[in-house]
T-cell receptor
Framework: DAKTTQPPSMDCAEGRAANLPCNHS???????VYWYRQIHSQGPQYIIH???NNETNEMASLIITEDRKSSTLILPHATLRDTAVYYC????????FGGGTRLMVKP | SAVISQKPSRDICQRGTSLTIQCQVD?????MFWYRQQPGQSLTLIAT?????????ESGFVIDKFPISRPNLTFSTLTVSNMSPEDSSIYLC???????????FGSGTRLTVV
């Protein structure tokens, strides 16, 4: 599975959009981009995934570049409860976790 | 998405003993996985649990230390054998559903070895 690069930490003001970047330059054609988050000591929570088209659900939007070498997870109106570690994963048959981005939403 | 019941949620064990963790899913799933998360670290894949055959282990993990069973499409167990304090971690079960190709995680088992 391809590896990903994420900033180790980010801050975001409550109510503002949180944009979390991810680089995955070695992604192959059949690998999806997944985003999960982990709130302290809980199991990872699925957020969204996509192959090459942009995706949106009730939690977030996923923007994937045309060459698929990077993506951005957008939380449109961050709340304090969105404080978590966010993992970007590119996967075929299994999920391999990197270090993730620790997002701190501040009042 | 699938609902996972993982038991026990936490345990404190003596070194040298073994603990078996159970993962029960409410629907048939294609793939089941076991992860370890050491304190302050990301998740590391231990193995893929295969129905009716030996699990597929990742580098650094061996069957003698982490025997895994998967007797059917909805249930798997992970045993942590001959435990030492270094085995203190959160162990998580994950499944891949058929419908949307997403992965769901259990709430984890927090293991402390003393």
């Amino acid at each position: 599975d391809a590896k990903t690069t994420q900033p180790p930490s980010m801050d975001c003001a409550e109510g503002r959009a949180a944009n979390l970047p991810c680089n995955h330059s070695t992604i192959s054609g059949n690998e999806y981009v997944y985003w999960y988050r982990q709130i302290h000591s809980q199991g990872p929570q699925y957020i969204i995934h996509g192959l090459k088209n942009n995706e949106t659900n009730e939690m977030a939007s996923l923007i994937i570049t045309e060459d698929r070498k990077s993506s951005t997870l957008i939380l449109p109106h961050a709340t304090l409860r969105d404080t978590a570690v966010y993992y970007c994963i590119v996967a075929g048959n299994m999920l391999t976790f990197g270090g993730g981005t620790r997002l701190m939403v501040k009042p | 998405s699938a609902v996972i019941s993982q038991k026990p949620s936490r345990d404190i064990c003596q070194r040298g003993t073994s603990l078996t963790i159970q993962c029960q899913v409410d629907s048939q799933v294609t793939m089941m996985f076991w992860y370890r998360q050491q304190p302050g670290q990301s998740l590391t894949l231990i193995a893929t649990a295969n129905q009716g055959s030996e699990a597929t282990y990742e580098s650094g993990f061996v069957i003698d230390k982490f025997p895994i069973s998967r007797p059917n499409l909805t249930f798997s167990t992970l045993t942590v054998s001959n435990m030492s304090p270094e085995d203190s971690s959160i162990y998580l079960c994950s499944v891949r559903t058929v419908l949307n190709y997403g992965y769901t995680f259990g709430s984890g088992t927090r293991l402390t070895v003393v």
